[in-house]
Nanobody, 122 residues
Framework: QVQLVESGGGLVQAGGSLRLSCAAS????????VGWFRQAHGKEREFVAA????????YYADSMKGRFTISRDNAKNTVYLQMNSLKPEDTAVYYC???????????????WGQGTQVTVSS
């Protein structure tokens, strides 16, 4: 069992940066891939980025490449999402999720946090 808690969301102006954190509990966290997804109001949940259990592999949605960076610190049971050059269209609730293996489909992830709101003003 893995419990996930996101933090770091907030209000930022376009062009600004935020760093989201996903803190996990559960002694097997380091064996899970972790992903970030987001859901804007009225839209379907979409994949943002993911990282393998070791951190050696990372995956990004095309629209986030070059702007977002995912990383993890297994000693701290935490995964980070550094978001730079934010745009108003990045406004959404951001969720972290954990699963044994990476998938770009949100339906394939086993554990979810409660989400953190990111709002980017123009």
């Amino acid at each position: 069992q893995v419990q996930l808690v996101e933090s770091g969301g907030g209000l930022v102006q376009a062009g600004g940066s935020l760093r989201l954190s996903c803190a996990a509990s559960g002694r097997t966290f380091s064996s899970y891939a972790v992903g970030w997804f987001r859901q804007a109001h009225g839209k379907e949940r979409e994949f943002v980025a993911a990282i393998s259990w070791s951190g050696s592999s990372t995956y990004y949605a095309d629209s986030m490449k070059g702007r977002f960076t995912i990383s993890r610190d297994n000693a701290k049971n935490t995964v980070y999402l550094q978001m730079n050059s934010l745009k108003p269209e990045d406004t959404a609730v951001y969720y972290c999720a954990a699963a044994p293996y990476y998938s770009g489909l949100y339906q394939s992830w086993d554990y979810w946090g409660q989400g953190t709101q990111v709002t980017v003003s123009s």
